[in-house]
């Protein structure tokens, strides 16, 4: 009596796991699908607008930069920076080195395709799979392709005007700095001398 009171419980219980386990990867994959339609719809749009080409520019402005900002500019700004070494002497070559290789480092942050991948991800975010179609399908239209071109044009031209002023700027900014870590580097040794009243 007691196995066939609870036969229909067990009974319910295995069909209700059935259904889960039946159901469960089903829809997982479904949305995973809808989301890998929806990421490679991103990366077409992506590679539409062209962002590839804008941060090939980016990375060219970079570069070009690190080559206006020379240690003779910082050597200017305070002259003890390079503990006395200075143009003429024997090591002077390795500072110029040191900082080429500084500003390649420095300009080695611009990933393209992880910059791609990333924005890709953002416009799947925040976009549908319907709306990523429609979008393209703008993109695609003469004034869509016309308003690519514009679009790369006014890109590239905010990105070099800002890298234009940004050497001045950097300049200014580190003269700042170096003066005031010298100050305080200075204010820390007169802090730190004894009074005349000391002799331990």
């Not at 219980?13 to 039946?22: K, N, P, Q």
Request: net charge positive.
């Amino acid at each position: 009596m007691r196995i066939k009171r609870f036969k229909p419980i067990l009974l319910w219980l295995v069909g209700s796991t059935m259904v889960i386990s039946l159901s469960g990867p089903s829809s997982y994959g479904a949305t995973r699908t809808a989301n890998d339609r929806r990421l490679t719809s991103a990366s077409e749009l992506v590679a539409m607008l062209k962002y590839d080409m804008q941060l090939q520019d980016m990375l060219s402005r970079c570069k070009e930069v690190a080559g206006v900002v020379t240690p003779e500019s910082y050597l200017k700004s305070n002259p003890d920076i390079f503990n006395g070494i200075a143009p003429g002497s024997i090591l002077w070559p390795q500072v110029v080195g040191a900082f080429r290789e500084f500003y390649t480092e420095a300009c080695g942050y611009i990933d393209t395709n992880m910059l791609l991948a990333s924005m890709a991800q953002a416009y799947s975010s925040n976009l549908t799979e319907r709306e990523l179609a429609e979008v393209i399908k703008f993109y695609f239209s003469p004034v869509g392709k016309k308003l690519i071109v514009a679009n790369v044009a006014a890109n590239i031209a905010l990105q070099r005007t800002s890298y234009e002023q940004l050497p001045e700027v950097a300049q200014k900014a580190n003269a700042h700095l170096i003066k005031t870590l010298a100050d305080l580097a200075k204010k820390n040794g007169e802090l730190n001398q004894k009074p005349w009243w000391r002799f331990w």
